[in-house]
C-alpha cells in the first residue's frame, strides 16, 4: 500500500521512536501533514531513561561527545528539548 493510499485510509497513526528525537529528526513533515489533516498521531519512545553509570567506553565516549559527564542530566536536558 502507497504512503497516500495509507493517510487516506487510516485517521489514527503510530510512530514508534528508538530515541527521544528520533521520530522527530526522521519524519517531521509526515507528522505534522497528519496532524493538519485531522489525523490522530502518537509518538512512542522506547529508550527515555539512562542507568545510573554508563554501561561501557562507548557510552562514557558518547556522553563526552554530547558534553556530558552524567547519563541521567544528559537525557533530562534531552526531554527539555523534546518539549
Keep these: 500500500m502507497k504512503l497516500k493510499d495509507l493517510v ?6 503510530i ?3 528508538p530515541h527521544l528525537d528520533d521520530a522527530v529528526l526522521s519524519c517531521a513533515g509526515l507528522i505534522k501533514e497528519l496532524n493538519d489533516k485531522g489525523n ?3 509518538v512512542i ?3 527515555t531513561q539512562a542507568t545510573e553509570d554508563a554501561a561501557s567506553r562507548i557510552d562514557l565516549d558518547f556522553l563526552d ?3 556530558y559527564t552524567n547519563a541521567h542530566q ?4 534531552r526531554k527539555k528539548e523534546d518539549i
Design 8 to 13: 487516506e485510509s487510516y485517521q489514527k497513526f
Design 15 to 17: 510512530f514508534i521512536s
Design 40 to 42: 490522530r498521531v502518537t
Design 45 to 47: 519512545t522506547v529508550f
Design 65 to 67: 561527545n554530547c558534553g
Design 74 to 77: 544528559l537525557f533530562l536536558d
